[in-house]
């Protein structure tokens, strides 16, 4: 099976009390980069702060099933990255958050311009310009999905 099938096929299990839920461990998210040495995994980091961006966005907190293939594929990475047993367990020295870092990635990959165009628009309708990123500071470029 390829990542891509993998993705597509966890994704559909994905529904909108998921994205929810989800939503109220954000934090959980971003302190999973403090609990490791995250500047190992190339990406990771923005990788997360995209997909918790999402979470938040208008379009995730309005989801409704049948989700979108995008909200489904975001709602399944952010759930993935919150596994404690995964395909490579992630207190592993060195490899632990490699399968983290390509499910993370490659759905943001995957689904960029309809990721892009939510968070753009939650943006517009906050009256945040787009260089404001998570907790109202800045954020490099690079966090934001492009």
Same mark, same amino acid.
């Given at each position: 099976?390829? $990542?891509? =099938?993998?993705i597509?096929? %966890?994704?559909?299990r994905a529904?909108? #009390?998921?994205l929810?839920?989800?939503?109220?461990?954000?934090?959980?998210?971003?302190?999973?980069?403090q609990? #490791?040495?995250a500047s190992?995994?190339a +990406?990771? %980091?923005?990788?997360i702060h995209?997909?918790? %961006? $999402?979470?938040?966005? @208008? +379009?995730?907190q309005a989801a409704k099933d @049948?989700? &979108?293939?995008?909200?489904?594929e975001?709602?399944?990475?952010?759930?993935?990255?919150?596994?404690?047993? =995964?395909?490579i367990?992630?207190?592993l &020295?060195e /490899?632990?958050l490699?399968? !983290?870092?390509?499910?993370?990635?490659?759905?943001i990959?995957?689904? @960029?311009s =309809?990721m892009? *165009?939510? $968070?753009?628009? #939650? !943006?517009?309708a906050?009256?945040?310009?787009l260089g404001? +990123?998570? *907790?109202?500071? &800045?954020t490099?470029?690079t966090? *934001? /999905?492009?």
């Amino acid at each position: 099976m390829t $990542v891509d =099938e993998y993705i597509k096929n %966890q994704s559909q299990r994905a529904r909108a #009390t998921d994205l929810h839920v989800l939503r109220a461990f954000r934090d959980r998210l971003v302190d999973k980069l403090q609990e #490791t040495n995250a500047s190992e995994y190339a +990406g990771l %980091q923005e990788a997360i702060h995209v997909i918790v %961006q $999402v979470l938040e966005s @208008q +379009g995730a907190q309005a989801a409704k099933d @049948q989700l &979108p293939a995008w909200l489904a594929e975001a709602a399944f990475a952010a759930r993935y990255l919150l596994k404690r047993y =995964e395909l490579i367990l992630d207190h592993l &020295p060195e /490899i632990g958050l490699a399968d !983290d870092t390509l499910i993370l990635q490659r759905v943001i990959e995957r689904k @960029q311009s =309809e990721m892009h *165009r939510s $968070v753009a628009d #939650t !943006d517009l309708a906050a009256g945040n310009k787009l260089g404001e +990123g998570l *907790r109202g500071g &800045p954020t490099s470029s690079t966090s *934001r /999905i492009k």
